[in-house]
């Protein structure tokens, strides 16, 4: 199992740890004995990590003073690890992540083709999720990696992913037996004998131009069963083009769709008056009126030749509670004044805004009878518990 996808409650060697030092600052560290973990709030000793529960808050005294510095150790997800990986690329932040997967119904049935792989970000979302991932990189030096982490995080464990370094809009998404760029369970495809069969039923395409490689899709995508896709651009030039080709290919159910992430927090806000405002008004006013008499005053001493025109401010009050601009700041729900209850939203939300382009495929729509006799033959005397299907198990449709 890997790191990613199995679930423990203790911290032990040789596990992938998130460290969570900030919300801004979560580092990857290989649990080891005798080894330290340094941070500008002191250095924490693996040892210390050791056997604890994965969730425990690490604490040690700063040095020449009485305070602690603390970290967390947190078990790796697919979550943790978008917001803390080493950036090669942009990303696919969780906000869009999550939504792409549920509207692609990425299911642990789901064959998924995603291009390109990048830093690998959303690679780990699908690789827990889907029934097999087909990731494909052209960038060479990106490519190895990507490979050498999701062999670090132990994704090829599952026997689940397989990473292509391919050019998909010029050669396109078929996997051969001789291919030396294909890699899974730690093996080439040319070792392991995969067979070139994809039969892909969730498309992600994070390219710069899916366009190009749209038309490669037909050939490895489901035949009994619908194909979902989405296509993630930045641009809206982008999307028209991507949705030239979808026409052109006999995508339909096209739909696009823009990801805003924000997040909501609830804060107290003052019920201002009426009669506040006008009080306002009024000391504005009665403000401005002394400050007109005293300057007439002063302007009079200077044409009468009178030495000293300068006269003193007059001693004014401390400034009170202003609703309404500067003044003695109150505390939020203070009991003196009446509050109401708001949501104030945080801008610093990390979702690469990109526009959502979905379609949907469905290569043979008739009804193949022949299947569907096969397939009621095959399940006449199976018991319901035998046929709940397994991580695995391929999906039987019956449109053909
Ligand atoms: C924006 S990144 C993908 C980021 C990824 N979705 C993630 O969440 O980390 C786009 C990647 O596509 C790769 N790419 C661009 N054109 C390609 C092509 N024709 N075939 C394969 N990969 C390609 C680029 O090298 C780049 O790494």
């Known amino acids: 199992m890997s790191h990613f996808s199995e679930y423990k409650d203790l911290i032990q060697v040789g596990d992938l740890a998130l460290v969570w030092i900030s919300r801004d600052n979560i580092k990857p560290v290989t649990i080891t004995a005798g080894e330290t973990f340094n941070t500008r709030y002191g250095s924490f000793p693996h040892d210390d990590m050791i056997g604890k529960p994965y969730g425990s808050q690490i604490a040690v005294r700063t040095k020449g003073s009485n305070r602690f510095g603390f970290?967390?150790?947190?078990?790796p997800t697919p979550e943790l690890w978008t917001i803390s990986l080493p950036h090669r690329t942009q990303i696919v932040y969780t906000p869009d992540s999550s939504y792409i997967m549920q509207r692609l119904q990425c299911s642990p049935h789901s064959r998924v083709i995603e291009a390109g792989t990048g830093s690998g970000s959303f690679s780990h979302a699908f690789a827990r999720s889907a029934g097999h991932l087909f990731s494909y990189e052209f960038h060479e030096v990106r490519y190895e990696q990507a490979k050498k982490e999701f062999e670090e995080h132990g994704l090829f464990r599952d026997g689940n992913v397989t990473i292509t370094h391919r050019d998909v809009c010029h050669d396109g998404f078929t996997i051969k037996n001789t291919d030396k760029t294909t890699f899974f369970d730690g093996k080439s495809a040319e070792e392991a004998q995969q067979p070139a069969c994809i039969g892909a039923d969730v498309i992600f395409l994070d390219l710069p131009a899916p366009w190009d490689a749209i038309p490669n899709l037909d050939c490895v995508i489901s035949q009994?069963?619908?194909?979902?896709?989405?296509?993630?651009?930045?641009?809206?030039?982008?999307?028209?083009?991507?949705?030239?080709?979808?026409?052109?290919?006999?995508?339909?159910?096209?739909?696009m769709v823009e990801i805003q992430g924000r997040?909501?927090?609830s804060r107290r806000q003052m019920v201002r008056h009426l009669d506040d405002a006008l009080q306002r008004l009024r000391d504005v006013r009665e403000r401005k009126q002394v400050g007109v008499e005293r300057r007439k005053r002063m302007f009079n001493k200077i044409i009468s030749d009178q030495e000293e025109p300068y006269e003193e401010r007059p001693e004014t009050p401390k400034t009170q509670f202003n609703p309404f601009g500067k003044g003695s700041r109150v505390k939020e729900g203070d009991s003196n004044y009446s509050w109401k209850e708001v949501s104030k939203v945080e801008s610093e939300i990390k979702s690469h805004t990109s526009y959502l382009t979905f379609a949907s495929k469905i290569v043979h729509k008739a009804r193949n009878e022949e299947l569907v006799q096969s397939i009621i033959e095959e399940h006449k005397d199976v018991t319901p518990e035998s046929t709940l299907p397994g991580k695995k198990d391929k999906k039987q449709s019956v449109n053909k």
Do not use: R
């Not at 970290?71 to 078990?75: A, E, F, K, S, T």
């Not at 930045?234 to 339909?252: F, N, Y």
């Open 71 to 75: 970290i967390h150790v947190l078990q």
């Open 224 to 255: 009994n069963s619908k194909t979902s896709m989405c296509c993630f651009s930045p641009c809206i030039e982008q999307v028209d083009k991507t949705l030239e080709a979808l026409e052109k290919h006999g995508w339909t159910e096209v739909e």
């Open 263 to 265: 997040q909501y927090e």
